[in-house]
């Protein structure tokens, strides 16, 4: 094969590999104003309910789970705080709240799987 045919397999890649990566950000954008559109009070009252309870908190990106105890819940965002340290976590990008889950022993499980 002539090197000018690798220079344009390669380029094709590199070209679709961009246009996902747009696509992924095209998802998040729209998301985030579906949500800002609608009313974000349910999720509010709903997190209000784990206030003092520690959970497990699964963002919008599979990667991302935070661990810890819900100090407090704005507007906005979450207050958590895990080993006395707080950190901040936005509602626009919560998909799951969860209690952390416990043995028969009532024990904290070691591993959570899902």
């Known amino acids: ?7 344009l397999i390669i380029a094709v890649l590199v ?4 246009l996902r990566r747009n696509q992924k950000a095209a998802i998040l954008k729209r998301n985030i104003k579906k ?13 209000k309910r784990f206030i003092d309870k520690e ?3 699964s963002a919008f990106d599979s ?3 935070f661990e810890g105890t819900i100090k407090e ?21 919560v998909i799951r709240i969860r209690e952390y889950p416990i043995n028969k022993k009532g024990k904290k499980k070691s591993v959570v799987l899902d």
Not at 1 to 7: D, L, T
Not at 15 to 18: G, M, Q
Not at 73 to 85: F, R, T
């Open 63 to 65: 990667n991302h789970q």
């Open 1 to 7: 094969m002539h090197p000018s045919y690798y220079i």
């Open 55 to 57: 959970c497990l908190i």
């Open 73 to 93: 819940v704005s507007n906005n965002a979450i207050l958590l705080e895990k080993d006395g340290k707080l950190e901040a976590i936005n509602l626009d990008f």
């Open 35 to 47: 949500r800002k559109l609608e009313d974000k009070t349910e999720m509010i009252e709903l997190a």
């Open 15 to 18: 070209i679709l590999y961009v």
